[in-house]
Nanobody, 116 residues
Framework: QVQLVESGGGLVQPGGSLRLSCAASGSIFSMYAMGWYRQAPGKQRELVAAIFTGDSTTYAESVKGRFTISRDNAQNKVYLQMNSLKPEDTAVYYC??????????WGQGTQVTVSS
């Protein structure tokens, strides 16, 4: 089992920045990838960014150049730095942990609202 606790969401104006954090605990030795997904009202949950055990990363096209995913192995944390935020980035953001058996674990979600 893996437990994920997110923090860092909130309300920000367009063009602003936020940093999301996700702390992982439990069977983290089984990690294949960690990442961030988001779900806006009436839309499907979508991948925002992921980081793999070799530290390679992948991003949704809509956030490339604006968002950066990183991790701190010593603290078992993953971060999502979000810059140049747009209203269309408004969503609930979920931390995801995928183990080598392709089992997914999810955080409780944190709301990000981009509005003036």
């Amino acid at each position: 089992q893996v437990q994920l606790v997110e923090s860092g969401g909130g309300l920000v104006q367009p063009g602003g920045s936020l940093r999301l954090s996700c702390a992982a605990s439990g069977s983290i030795f089984s990690m294949y990838a960690m990442g961030w997904y988001r779900q806006a009202p009436g839309k499907q949950r979508e991948l925002v960014a992921a980081i793999f055990t070799g530290d390679s990363t992948t991003y949704a096209e809509s956030v490339k150049g604006r968002f950066t995913i990183s991790r701190d192995n010593a603290q078992n944390k993953v971060y999502l730095q979000m810059n140049s935020l747009k209203p269309e980035d408004t969503a609930v953001y979920y931390c995801n942990f995928k183990n080598r058996a392709a089992v997914n674990y999810w955080g409780q979600g944190t709301q990000v609202t981009v509005s003036s």
